[in-house]
């Protein structure tokens, strides 16, 4: 049986509004633009149209195979050519404000975002890189803030501020692979890559800022560049439904889903977004995703909350929710934060959930965070408004550990 939980006095909106909107600054980064973006940028700078197809192959080469961090290092290209990109252009990424590196390698980056608005506050983000064995991931944001109020998520209780960009977007990534030298001519015995992974589940809705995101994730999927396959790209969302078909669709990548509930009225509580969006609806679209198989399936993330939705009654629901959906689920102790009204689920009560569901034929790992000793100070680089919560980080490292 379900367990319900007290209603909020106020129901919070199901969606915030940005209170900011992007302005490039004056000599806007080349990182993010499509080719034909790129060819455009040329021409308003007046590359001859027979030229502009080589000469975004080389750029596209340099950002992204190479990862070029000046124009001067692109010595396939003309000193010409290369001091008129220098005088328009830039391919700069997010800046590094901080960095901390766990015991288990697990890493965290503060990343501070340039603006064109002089009188704007500098925006901040933070993306995570998981090593493993057998695979590197890395958590990427999409938002600085928030569209959602997820009430078990501190990241929930922050003002969404604005859409991060395509190039900020993969900007994290090319951060990620310049802190850890991860570019083509980098010296390792086997070559192999550090990041390849990537998971869109750090700060804010992927799914709200799906423009972005899509034309992001298809440059970081580019064969001819950073060359992350579709494969070992998830996106998750908490169920922006009209989005998932098009998520498919345009950039095919794997799909994870934050459920959580069982039931319309506990979903409602704790991702207020279900009362746009109900289960039924929201399951409906994952059995109609794109490309969904045994071998492509879609991820259901549930936090395990104390006498909320932790019951072997909710494991027997869950199933048979689940039911003709290709599907994992992940299973994820809830970490409490200040002011959180949850707890976290007795373990024993965990290992019965799970073993229920692996019984049923389902993969239900429970993930253990990474990076422990750096947990505590995630949100202390930033100020209380903008903080990521510790259960979202949990989240972050559960998905990071997918198949």
């Known amino acids: 049986m379900e367990t319900t939980i007290e209603p909020r006095k106020s129901e919070a909106p199901l969606e915030k509004v940005a209170l900011e909107s992007y302005v490039p600054p004056a000599k806007p980064s080349l990182i993010g633009f499509s080719r034909e973006e790129l060819a455009a940028r040329l021409g308003e700078i007046g590359v001859a149209p027979a030229q502009r197809k080589m000469r975004v192959q080389q750029l596209w080469h340099w950002m992204y195979v190479r990862g ?127 990041v390849t992974n990537v998971v869109m589940m750090g700060m804010g809705e992927p799914l709200y800022n799906f423009d972005a995101v899509r034309d992001a994730l298809l440059i970081v999927a580019d064969n001819e560049g950073i060359g992350i396959s579709r494969r070992r790209i998830t996106l998750s969302t908490s169920g922006v439904v009209p989005n998932i078909k098009r998520t498919g669709e345009e950039i095919g990548v794997m799909l994870a889903i934050s459920l959580h509930a069982v039931g319309d009225e506990l979903r409602n509580e704790l991702v207020p977004l279900n009362r746009k969006y109900p289960i039924a609806e929201l399951l409906q679209a994952c059995r109609d995703y794109p490309g969904a198989s045994n071998a492509r399936r879609i991820t259901f993330e549930y936090v395990m909350l104390k006498g909320v939705n932790d019951s072997l009654d909710d494991a027997k629901l869950l199933v048979k929710l689940l039911k003709g959906i290709p599907a994992k689920i992940n299973l994820i102790p809830f970490n409490p934060w200040p002011g959180a009204v949850y707890e976290c689920s007795d373990w024993q009560q965990i290992e019965k959930f799970s073993e229920y569901i692996f019984n049923a034929g389902y993969s239900s790992p429970v993930r253990t965070p990474r990076g422990r000793d750096i947990l505590a100070a995630c949100g202390q680089l930033k100020s209380e408004t903008e903080k990521l919560s510790a259960s979202e980080r949990q989240a972050l490292r559960a998905m990071a550990m997918t198949d």
């Open 68 to 194: 070029a961090q000046s124009f001067e290092a692109m010595t396939s290209i003309s000193k010409d050519m290369r001091k008129e990109l220098e005088q328009h252009f830039t391919v700069a990424r997010p800046e590094v404000v901080a960095e901390q590196i766990s015991n288990d390698g697990t890493r965290k980056w503060l990343l501070r975002l340039p603006s064109g608005d002089k009188l704007e506050k500098a925006h901040e983000v933070e993306c995570v890189y998981i090593p493993e064995t057998d695979r590197g991931t890395l958590c990427v944001s999409s938002q600085v803030g928030c569209t959602l109020n997820c009430s078990f998520c501190h990241t929930g209780t922050q003002r969404l501020v604005r859409n991060l960009t395509a190039g900020e977007i993969v900007g994290q990534i090319m951060v990620a692979r310049d802190r850890l030298n991860d570019w083509i001519d980098r010296e390792t015995p086997n070559g192999n890559r550090l």
